[in-house]
């Protein structure tokens, strides 16, 4: 992130090479390179020069000095706010939330509230596996298929 242009012709690179379109998951920002305007001119960059038009945001800065990956998990705070004002700001792009959501009814309000893309599962899912049997009746509207625990 610290090398936007660099990141960008990667980006051109990559999706000049192949028909499928190319995403971006990055953090909100890094070290002290952390306001809205660092990540907004990243993703202007990234978005203009490597014609990437998705983004997947992990919605808390990366610590590369300082903190272990685990704790790069959970002490930088979350800062949705900042996604949604990606959102708002580049509204021909889409922005898939990543950090910190727990449920499938939280992913669907935030996207639906924030017109987002998307919204990632991770810690959640693998903590409660059992949730994700919400996702075919609540995202997809399919009728439940009776999972049992068992």
């Known amino acids: 992130m610290k090398q936007p242009s660099l990141v960008a012709d990667l980006a051109k690179s990559m999706s000049e090479s192949t028909k ?3 995403t ?3 953090r909100l920002g890094v070290d002290e390179f952390d306001s809205y305007e660092f ?3 990243f993703v202007n960059t990234v978005s ?3 014609n ?3 983004f997947i945001i992990h919605a808390r800065k990366a ?3 300082g903190l272990n990956p685990s704790e790069n998990r959970n002490i930088p705070p979350l800062k949705y706010d900042l996604v949604y004002q990606l959102q708002n700001d580049f509204p021909t792009t889409k922005f898939t939330l990543n950090g910190g959501v727990r449920t499938v009814a939280q992913a669907i309000t935030l996207i639906e509230e924030h017109n987002l893309n998307g919204c990632m599962i991770g810690r959640g899912a693998y903590e ?6 919400r996702v075919d009746p609540m995202v997809y509207h399919h009728p439940s298929k ?3 625990r068992e």
Do not use: A, F, Q
């Not at 409660?128 to 049997?133: F, K, Q, T, V």
């Open 128 to 133: 409660d596996p059992w949730e994700m049997r």
């Open 63 to 65: 610590h590369l000095k």
């Open 24 to 26: 971006i998951k990055c």
């Open 146 to 148: 009776n999972y049992s």
């Open 20 to 22: 499928l379109p190319c």
């Open 48 to 50: 203009t020069k490597g």
């Open 52 to 54: 990437i038009k998705h």
């Open 39 to 41: 990540v907004r001119d």
